[in-house]
Structures are given as C-alpha cells and as structure tokens.
C-alpha cells in the first residue's frame, strides 16, 4: 500500500513537472534561458502546486491546476527572459492583443509573435482566423494595438467585442462552465486603458444575446457571458479564456511572492470564500480551457 502511494506521488511530481518544462519552452521558444533557471522556475512551481494538492488530499490533476501550471510558467518566464532593447514595451510574446487593422473591420484579434521586427515595427501579431496572416504595428500606442479583453467600460465596445469573437462562436453555443449568479474574475481595462486588470464580478446572462448584432451576415449574435463587475460596470465575455474562477483570483504570484506562499494564500482564500480583487498590471491572462 505505501509502495503504491509513493509510486503516485512520484507519477504526480513528474506530471506537474513535464507540464512545467512543456510550458517554459513553450514561452521561450530560442532557449535564452540557463538550465538553472529552468531548473528553479520547475522547482518552484512543483513545490508550490505539490503542497497544495497534498493539503486537499488529491492525487491527481484538475484542468484548474493544469492552467495554474501554463499561467505561472508564462509568467516567471517571462520575467526572466532577456528584455529587448529599447524603450519598455506594454506586451510581451504570446500575449493576446486586438490590432488596427483597417477596412470594413477595423480591429482583428491576435497573437504577438515577435518584437522590435527589424528595429522599426514594435510587434508583429498573428491574427485569428478567418485573417489567419501576420501583420506589423506600427506604433505601441492604444490606437493601434491594445490588450484583448472583456469589452464593457469604454466607448466601442460592442464593436471591439464583435471584432474579437472567435468564428467558431459564431456557428454554434459550447457547454459553459460557469451559470448565472456565480462569483467570478474578468481580465478588463486598468484606469490607464494601456494594460489589463482581474476584477471580481458576477455572470449576469450566459450566451448573452448582443441586440446591437441581430441581423449580422457574418451569423450569430451572442457571447459565452455577460458580467457585472463589482465596481458596477457590465462587461461581454467573447471568449472563455479571459474568466476564471473568483477563487483563482488571489492574483499575488509575482517576481516579489515566494510561488508556494501565493499557492497556499490563494487555496485559504477560496476556502473562506473570500473574493480578493487585486489588479494585476500583466497584459497577458490566463488561459484557461473554459
């Protein structure tokens, strides 16, 4: 019997830590980093999420620990990745941006895949489909390029939203994961409008119907939510990725937080039903499989 645990545990360590490995080459693809710091970014991740689970008495993986391990391997990567010359830059690779890019369209949704593209352009974003092209902003300025998010406290956001939503919604509803009434955080607008905050709030609607779209060519009129933040503003959630859980919103996992600290202070939160809303200044979000 103990023989079996051990064996379990050790299956468990080796999952969370090949999770983690995949995740780090994943955000550093050109392998900049040492071997050492890979080594500790894992370390301190399988330590973290290993005290957790062993708390709560599970021996094997959720999807939310599965997306713990790509949010924080995202992150204490990045921070650690060599940063480009120049003057600081709002986002990074692989963050989710919403690009000017002209026409009948206006703003497409995308990727951000490189930087500083021959010393002139600061981003270079893969759009999604049906665009499915890269293009080149020309300047790191709101006007054109800004965080992808839930759209709802400024000046076009049902146009922002519409541009951003996925085909795939369009054609037909998925199984959503949260229901009316239930506590959860949305990636929004900080009070700059430059970077992206978590902010508690409540879902109002699920497959929300969006009047302003009724009639569109282009077929379907509705998005995954509508929420209504604490702070008293309703935002349109186009895609799943940009919720969560309220619980995982005990968002102090930084270059200055121990991660098992942060682990552990997030777990207490959510079990005193406690809803923290902490902003975060990060341009990216997790990204969840909901």
Same mark, same amino acid.
């Given at each position: 019997?103990?023989?079996?645990?051990?064996?379990?545990?050790?299956?468990?360590?080796?999952? @969370?830590?090949?999770?983690?490995?995949?995740?780090?080459? %994943?955000?550093?693809?050109?392998?900049?980093?040492? =071997?050492?710091?890979?080594?500790?970014?894992?370390?301190?991740?399988?330590?973290?999420?290993?005290?957790?689970?062993?708390?709560?008495?599970?021996?094997?993986?959720?999807?939310?620990?599965?997306?713990?391990?790509?949010?924080?391997?995202?992150?204490?990567?990045?921070?650690?990745?060599?940063?480009?010359?120049?003057?600081?830059?709002?986002?990074?690779? %692989?963050? =989710?941006?919403?690009?000017?890019?002209?026409?009948?369209?206006?703003?497409?949704?995308?990727?951000?895949?490189?930087?500083?593209?021959?010393?002139?352009?600061?981003?270079?974003?893969?759009?999604?489909?049906?665009?499915?092209?890269?293009? %080149?902003?020309?300047?790191?300025?709101?006007?054109?390029?800004?965080?992808?998010?839930?759209? !709802?406290?400024?000046?076009?956001?049902?146009?922002?939203?519409?541009?951003?939503?996925?085909?795939?919604?369009?054609?037909?509803?998925?199984?959503?994961?949260?229901?009316? !009434? $239930?506590?959860?955080?949305?990636?929004? $607008?900080?009070?700059?409008? $430059?970077?992206?905050?978590?902010?508690?709030?409540?879902?109002?609607?699920?497959?929300?119907?969006?009047?302003?779209? $009724?009639?569109?060519?282009?077929?379907?009129?509705?998005?995954?939510?509508?929420?209504?933040?604490?702070?008293?503003?309703?935002?349109?959630?186009?895609?799943?990725?940009?919720?969560?859980? @309220?619980?995982?919103?005990?968002?102090?996992?930084?270059?200055?937080?121990?991660?098992?600290?942060?682990?552990?202070?997030?777990?207490?939160?959510?079990?005193?039903?406690?809803?923290?809303?902490?902003?975060?200044?990060?341009? !990216?979000? @997790?990204?969840?499989?909901?």
């Amino acid at each position: 019997m103990i023989d079996s645990t051990e064996d379990a545990h050790r299956a468990l360590l080796g999952r @969370i830590e090949v999770l983690s490995r995949a995740g780090i080459a %994943s955000c550093d693809p050109q392998g900049q980093l040492s =071997r050492t710091t890979t080594d500790v970014i894992v370390q301190v991740l399988v330590e973290a999420l290993y005290d957790v689970l062993m708390m709560d008495g599970r021996e094997q993986l959720s999807e939310d620990d599965c997306a713990y391990i790509r949010e924080m391997t995202r992150r204490l990567t990045k921070d650690r990745l060599p940063k480009p010359s120049g003057s600081s830059k709002r986002f990074c690779m %692989s963050d =989710r941006v919403v690009c000017c890019v002209g026409g009948e369209r206006g703003w497409a949704a995308g990727t951000v895949q490189a930087l500083d593209q021959d010393g002139v352009f600061p981003y270079v974003v893969k759009l999604d489909p049906p665009e499915t092209r890269l293009v %080149s902003v020309p300047t790191d300025t709101s006007e054109q390029v800004r965080a992808e998010l839930c759209f !709802g406290q400024r000046a076009g956001a049902v146009h922002f939203t519409r541009m951003c939503l996925p085909k795939a919604l369009r054609q037909k509803r998925r199984t959503l994961r949260f229901a009316v !009434g $239930e506590r959860v955080a949305c990636a929004v $607008e900080d009070a700059t409008s $430059e970077y992206s905050d978590w902010s508690a709030g409540t879902v109002l609607a699920v497959h929300y119907t969006v009047k302003e779209w $009724e009639g569109f060519p282009e077929g379907g009129s509705t998005v995954p939510y509508q929420v209504g933040l604490d702070a008293g503003d309703i935002v349109l959630v186009h895609v799943r990725r940009l919720l969560r859980p @309220i619980e995982l919103h005990c968002d102090r996992l930084t270059r200055h937080a121990p991660a098992a600290c942060a682990a552990r202070r997030a777990l207490a939160y959510q079990r005193a039903g406690t809803a923290a809303d902490w902003p975060t200044r990060w341009c !990216g979000w @997790i990204t969840l499989p909901w």
